[in-house]
């Protein structure tokens, strides 16, 4: 399957493509049922998609999951492809079969669909991103899967998952945090929006550590990693040197912001320059369509 060809699948719409997936294969003519499984299967003949960009279930919500199941069953089937023979692998429903196991249950309703590597990640990572499964991290992991494995650009991803191309960038920046950040992004303790408020700083954990202590809001974050950039990136005061005021500095995290990239303004007299810097081809492209449109 061509790149253009799987862009345009998924461009269709998630709904669409899942909702096709999620009924089972009826005879030709015929009307699909709604979420009968195509069969029921031992559940250990199932495993997890490996690729899965979801790696955080909370325990306690799971549990209530098992509950609800032990007195109504597995309304929805878990979508499956086949592995190898009397094997499958989740396409969708990783939670409702984790919660069955957690229930006891020794056979699950599945419905089999018979995609490759590339559909089963695709389905996985789109999915749990419009359905916001994922925690921050997962849904940047994600972006950075289907860019680095697909060839897909920031702009293909906006257009197929709903959100705008800086929505992309700016979750993409996320990775460039250091381990013990990410983790409290991944935990909850850190929201999206402090977390990209470090991103430039000159010392992200420890800055982190003082919002969660402190139970800084989003907004005191940036003011905290404002004072530190400001601090961290002048040169040293010069007789004919003026430092960057407030105004500035926070017009220029305002722009990083919204454009998924480093933006740098340099007052000079009555002018200036603004500085944009760009790490791809793909970025210097986007740069120039945004500058284009206007």
Known sequence: MSDDVSKRRLGRGLAALIGEMDQPAAAAGSAPKSVN??????IEFVARNPKNPRRYFDESDLQDLANSIRQHGIVQPV????????RYEIIAGERRWRAAQLA???????????????????IAIVENVQRSDLNP??????YEQLISDHGYTQNDLGEIIGKSRSHVANSLRLLKL???????LAIGSLSAGHARALVSTSDPATLAKTIVHKGLSVRDAERLAQNDIKAQSEPPR???????????????????????????INHKGSGGQIRISYRTLEQLEDICRLLERR
Do not use: C
Not at 137 to 142: I, K, P, T, Y
């Open 104 to 122: 006891g249950f020794v056979e699950i309703p599945v419905i089999v669909r018979d995609v490759d590597d590339r559909t089963a990640l695709e």
């Open 137 to 142: 991290l997962e849904e940047a992991l994600g």
């Open 79 to 86: 979508v499956v492809r086949t592995t190898s023979q009397d």
């Open 178 to 184: 250091p381990e013990p950040v990410r983790d409290m």
């Open 238 to 264: 010069t007789a004919n040197d003026d430092r960057k005021d407030s105004d500035t500095v926070a017009l220029e995290r305002t722009l990083t912001d919204s454009l998924g990239l480093d933006v740098k």
């Open 37 to 42: 499984p195509d069969r029921m299967i031992p």
